[in-house]
């Protein structure tokens, strides 16, 4: 990944009023990819929403007579080790993966964009020591990261909310600040400040709003990555405790059955496949419609590749 | 050394003073008292004493933040309080397995990343194209712990190709250390080898776009010949250096994967020492991977600057 | 100083030896399956790394398994669970029950070339008794060890103990150490007088070589390691592909489908220990015997036993297995839901209850059966909060009495004493739950100093059934044990104590 080419300051863009933001959603939608996302997605929430009417069963209804059974007619994806319905639990556990990815990611929303907001914007001394501060919050690996934090707060999954919106909060500090040094120079934000617009208000009504589509992009890449975090947690039983369905415990349950009762690990992983694969593909058709570089080469071309920045593809 | 190494390389330095401070502060955030919870039933006053006088927990903060950051960069990291043995021993007696992991892992990865990433780009919008694409979306949203379990079930399983999990060193038995590798090494190396694909396939885009390859093509060299001599070297250098990133998030990778596979690596240590709340363990063990992760991205910003003046000016 | 802790799984221990826990801390895992075995080409895989090699002070299961090849005690228990000799060749007992006498064997060497003689003993025992070590609690009614010349010990007692043989060498945590041996080594280095000298130990494995002194038969096998192996599935791959011989990291759900594998031997008998939930009785409201009552009316004890251990257990409501001459045939609830819900209406608790079940991921089969029960109280109107800890912690909480309930099991129990004494006479040492029954503590104490066998047992079978009827314990079920092995090796015996021999192993040609 070379530098890039064009010139560094993106072009001076208004706040984008609604108008923009109707067209830029139907540029999305445009896109098969991103649609089917979108749908995946309202469906994934949906689900969540209605999950106790959905599921065919509660998520910890045991009927160890009745266990280990194939997916079949009475059970469309089987049951575990305890007689439980994996369909219902796959249902029940989508809240779950819901709840804490959007927790943990609205964590680090907040305190990353705060973070870079500050920094871009005063500079100096704030600058540096608040990224630098990040800095060393992304020198460790993600999920060690996350790890060492729930060593210290004990498992669970409020805590594993904390520990996940820790690991990914220097990607969005990063990424605001990246955007307000593009902005805070320009016209405008110069101008409104020489009338006397107070700091609060310029960021807030400034410079946040022309900040806004790499946070959004990044806010769906990151949800990505939370809910494999979340997963990934509580399989190795540092996440969510039992029974509560999440579907990263299912696997770790459904891991010693594997070559007795496939089904068990086989629909939860699927499970996250699909949810985080939406996630993923939101963020690319986001980054194609919202990213101004990409997007006119987007629309005089209809695609391009999309260089990534390094700090998305972390996981 | 350029001016801009060193300034990065400054960077690195009061980065990772700053990762071993959090790393200190570890042992201290927890509530209570971390040799009394290590310890638990095994409590006796004598181990309980001589472990915090050994840790230094006594001492004045920063007596004890000097006294550690010196021991480790001595290569001391103290000793665990769950077995007493020096950390670093601990640690190095798991280094081989993670490393077989790591290397075999970005093995798998380029074999994925560079035909495919290439092919993708020499014809956009081809069915190879669209076939890199779902490969490599699909890759980064697989969760690895899933993954090595599907291949377990199929290649352990239903096949019984390759064991299940345990590792087999090097030096015991090298045709048995391939084969305990192989399903491992595959399962980190798919979901690597997906997010290089798609930069293997700019990379390669890039190169093709750049003044010398259209001029080549322009004097009449088809896309395969200036593929070879003119493309692959330039997409490639980047290429490595990615790569180099790539190892460094498959340091973390390997933590789950190491579970799903009983394989007796650093990950592995890692989480034994969170659940036997061995501090200590668990301060070597992060400090390492935060150090050889800080190194490697170094070392791929440095390399960057050599190939791309323009992050260097 | 932690007295058995509990359970554990220790191994063989009587009297509650249980002690053990299986080290503690996390799952080690360690899975350096695929290791050929170093040690004449022996590896034994168990499935936690021990937590220190001290027979005085580890209460870890893997401890024991290790020590077991390496120490000697007094007498030792044989399959049957009888005692028998061993660094003692004979004893008598005064009329008043108050002294024994054990002569020892002679020309027996430790490991060191040190000679054993009753000074040996003495230190050992005054070891435990005077730091409080980890089985002191055994040694309770012992008031002093003598040494009457270098082949006789004398013990003296405050009171009459008819099962001082099993107190004292029901397992390796009472092992005869040479006196003045260096203490703080012992954690990693073993002195002792068994068939095989203590090698090596490293985070991986551990490895032993054969004792040509050792005063009884020679080992057959030159030597052998213990691999730590903590995935059932790792371990049984590395046996079914020969890279250990050993192991008794079996999954409960695969022994059905091991019995007809060629490639592996499975043993299978029924063991020495069992599980039980446990409410705190200084907690209301299952401080009130009603509430206890209607909550173990309201479990389904054969779906717990089928969904922790499938068929590798059977459901028991007291604490001693059917195959054990103490086994008192008492089950008084029968699964009712309807009558749990009068009970508890009964007791004044209308409203829904919270009950807090404290289990450890250390014990998975704890994780799973709590869950079943979650399941099975939730009729009631009991909502089962699943608390899953670390086993530091869990402990931590147990004995400062931090709980509703909570899950567990303990091993290696051989004389009735260790079934009840400490877990339910008033202030027993582990008797977390606080239970407290004049009725009970009376009967403990008789069965105690009762030095006639049968009337031994009316006494235990009457504290049984008021510990069942008082609901101290819901007791779940008793498990078996389990271990594979490669077909063809000879000269090992499963044990319902779990104590792994090795040294008459001979490996399949």
Known sequence: MSAPARPAAPPVRVRPERGRWRATLRLLLSSPPSLFA??????????????????????????????????????????????????????LGAKVSLQVGTVAVGFSLVVGVLAGLLAGFYGRWIDAVLMRLMDVLFAFPAILLAIAVIAVLGPGTTNAMIAIGITYTPVFARVTRAAVLGVREQVFVRASRSVGASDARLLLRHVLPNAL??????????????????????????????????????????????????????????????????FNLLGDGLRDVLDPQQRSALEAARHRPGRRRRAEVRR | ?????????????????????????????????????????????????????????????????????????RGDLGVSFRSGEPVTALILERLPATLSLALGSIVVALLIAVPLGTASALRPRSAVDGLGTVVSQIGISVPEF?????????????????????????????????????????????????VLTRFTRSSVLEALSAEHVRTARAKGLGPRAVLSWHVLRNAMLPLVTVTGVQLAYLLSGVVVVEIVFAWPGLGQLALQAVEARDYPLLQGAVLLFAVVFLLLNLGVDLLYGRLDPRIAA | MRRRTLLSTLALSPVVVAGCTTGEGVDTGDGTGAEAGAGGGFVAAISAQPDQLDPHKTTAYASFQILENVYDTLVVPAEDLSMQPSLATSWTTSPDGLSWTFTLAEGVTFHDGSPFTADSVVFSFKRIIDQQLANASRFATVADVVAQDPTHVVLTLTSPTPNLLSRIGGFKGMAILPAGVDEATLATKAVGTGPFVLDSVSAGEVELTRFDQHWGERATLPGLSFQFITEPAAALTALQSDQVQWTDNVPPQQVEQLAGDDSVELGQVASVDYWYLAMNCAKAPFS????????????????????????????????????????????????????????????????????????????PETVTAAQVIASQLEPLGITVQIQTEDFATWLDRQSRGDFDAFLLGWLGNIDPADFYEDQHRTGGANNYQKYSSPVTDDLLDRAAVEPVEA???????????????????????????????????????????????FDEVTLPA
């Not at chain 3, 717990?304 to 008492?330: C, L, M």
Request: charged share 15%; no cysteine; aromatic share 10%.
């Open chain 3, 288 to 363: 009130d015997r009603d509430v206890r009552r209607a909550i173990a009316t309201a479990l389904d004890r054969q779906a717990i036993t089928e969904a922790a251990r499938f068929a590798t257990a059977r459901p028991n409501q007291t604490a001693i297995p059917e195959d054990s001459a103490w086994y008192y045939d008492y089950a008084p609830f029968t699964t009712d839901p309807d009558a749990a819900k009068a009970l508890l209406e009964g007791a004044g608790v209308a409203g829904p209850l919270t009950m807090g079940l404290m289990v450890t991921s250390e014990y």
């Open chain 1, 38 to 91: 979108v749908l995946v997605l309202l469906a994934v929430v949906v689900v969540a929403l209605f999950d106790e009417q959905i599921a065919p069963t509660g998520f910890n209804e045991v009927d160890v007579s009745d266990r280990l059974q194939p997916p079949g007619a009475g059970h469309w994806f089987g049951t575990d080790d305890l007689g439980r319905d994996v369909l219902s639990r796959v249902v």
């Open chain 1, 213 to 278: 589509p790499p946070i959004i992009v990044q806010t769906s890449v990151s949800l990505a990555f939370a809910v494999l975090a979340e997963a990934a947690l509580s399989f190795v039983g540092l996440g969510t405790q039992p029974p509560a369905p999440s579907w990263g415990r299912m696997l770790s349950e459904g891991r010693g059955y594997i070559d007795l009762a496939w089904w068990i690990a086989v629909f939860p992983g699927l499970a996250i496949v699909v949810l985080v694969l939406a």
């Open chain 2, 146 to 194: 899933w993954m090595g379990i599907m291949l377990i079930l199929l290649f352990a399983g239903t096949l019984g190709w390759f064991p299940a999990g345990g590792y087999v060193p090097f030096a015991r038995d090298p045709a048995g250390w391939l084969h305990s590798l192989v399903l491992p090494a595959v399962t980190t190396g798919l979901v690597s080898g997906s």
């Open chain 2, 1 to 73: 050394m350029s001016g801009f190494a060193l300034r990065r390389a400054a960077q690195s330095l009061v980065v990772l003073l700053g990762v071993s401070l959090a790393v200190f502060a570890l042992v201290h955030l927890v509530p209570g008292d971390p040799v009394r919870l290590a310890l638990g039933t095994r409590f006796d006053q004598a181990t309980y004493d001589a472990l915090r006088e050994r840790a230094g927990l006594d001492q004045p903060l920063p007596a004890q933040y000097l006294q550690w950051i010196g021991g480790a960069v």
């Open chain 3, 455 to 501: 009337a031994r047992k009316a006494l235990y079978d009457q504290a049984a059934k008021q510990i069942v009827d008082d609901v101290s314990y819901v007791y779940l079920y008793n498990p078996d044990a389990v271990q594979a092995w490669a077909p063809g090796l000879r000269g090992y015996t499963i044990r319902p104590d779990k104590a792994i021999d």
